[in-house]
């Protein structure tokens, strides 16, 4: 009799411990869910930073090209015929269509 008390409580405890097992398992599944999901949200910011690192460095290395170009005559010349200056003794002649 002392022998089926003895069984029955290892057998209720391996019971008690399995559920304890499991209920630590469900945790650290559900932990590394999250993790997880932080890591793809960390990967997705990353991959828009990125861009925005590659964009401003494109308009970095315009702005420093033209920068470089702003003592040149001629490239000064240009911008202002671009926008609508003309020398002095220049005649403009406007096609009309």
Excluded: C, H
Excluded at 18 to 27: D, G, V
Excluded at 36 to 54: C, F, K, N, P
Excluded at 59 to 85: F, H, M, T, V
């Amino acid at each position: 009799m002392a022998e089926e008390k003895t069984a029955r409580k290892k057998k209720g405890g391996t019971a008690l411990a399995k559920l304890l097992l499991l209920a630590l398992l469900l945790l650290v599944g559900a932990q590394l869910l999250r993790l997880r999901e932080r890591i793809d949200q960390a990967e997705t910011e990353l991959s828009t930073l990125s861009a925005q690192v590659e964009q401003q460095q494109q308009e970095n290395d315009a702005l420093s090209s033209a920068l470089d170009k702003a003592d040149d005559p001629d490239y000064l010349e240009q911008l202002a015929r671009d926008a609508g200056y003309v020398k002095p003794d220049e005649k403009i002649f406007v096609p009309v269509n």
